[in-house]
């Protein structure tokens, strides 16, 4: 279908780029687009689906490449699936965690049972800028949004993220463990699956 020894990651996040190629393995060599351009697109879509296929167009017109991308984000359940597509803006560009503390004080009196949240992760591959027939793969994980930061690892919001079905947050797990539920993981499996892999 396509020569995938090669991709360009269209992520100028350091966290996804560790997981993703963690859980592609050695066959599929993930290439940052940093390598190839420090500008980052504007993400005008309406959807994790609409920011995915123009992150992945942008990336394989720099690149030459064909390209993967990853548009993801935390949809708070008492905040009407909000900040969803805007995550990585919520806190207007200032960084994961002024992020963190302003989801922190949204949530602020609001008690256990109505802090559902959830990751959700699109995954967009494109074998050149103009494909007509992007392959696009999702992935949710469930959780709760915690009253305090706890944990060391991953990136982003997963200091808050509480996961019921191993009573830790999410960046209490090791990397090989978050790979292997995360929201990431789910839309990764599937992409799997599609390009006949493993
Ligand atoms: O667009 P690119 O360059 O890929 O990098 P980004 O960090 O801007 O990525 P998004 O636009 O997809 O925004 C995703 C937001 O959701 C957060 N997020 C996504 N996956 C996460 C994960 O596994 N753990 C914690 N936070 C996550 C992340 O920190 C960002 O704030
Ligand atoms: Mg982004």
């Known amino acids: 279908m396509m020569n995938l020894t090669q991709l360009v990651l269209a992520s100028h996040n350091a966290g996804k780029l ?38 992945a167009r942008n990336a394989a017109r720099i690149s030459g490449l064909p390209a993967l991308a990853d548009d993801s984000g935390l949809a708070v359940d008492f905040l009407g699936g909000a900040p969803g597509i805007y995550s990585a803006r919520y806190a207007d560009g200032q960084g994961d965690a002024a992020n963190n503390a302003k989801l922190l004080d949204a949530l602020k009196d609001v008690p256990e049972a109505e802090r559902g949240a959830q ?77 006949g892999l493993k």
């Open 18 to 55: 560790k997981e993703l190629q963690a859980m592609l393995g050695e066959s599929v060599q993930l290439r940052s687009i940093g390598e190839f351009s420090q500008v980052e697109p504007e993400e005008t879509g309406l959807s994790f689906v609409e920011n995915a296929i123009l992150k």
């Open 119 to 195: 990751f959700v992760c699109v995954l967009a591959l494109v074998r050149h800028a103009d494909d007509p027939l992007p392959i696009l793969c999702e992935g949710l994980w469930h959780g709760r949004i915690l009253h305090a930061a706890s944990g060391e690892h991953g990136f982003g919001y997963d200091p808050l993220f509480w996961v019921p079905e191993r009573n830790v947050s999410s960046a209490e797990l090791s990397p090989a463990d978050k790979n292997q539920i995360s929201h990431r993981a789910r839309a990764m499996a599937l992409l799997r699956q599609r390009l």
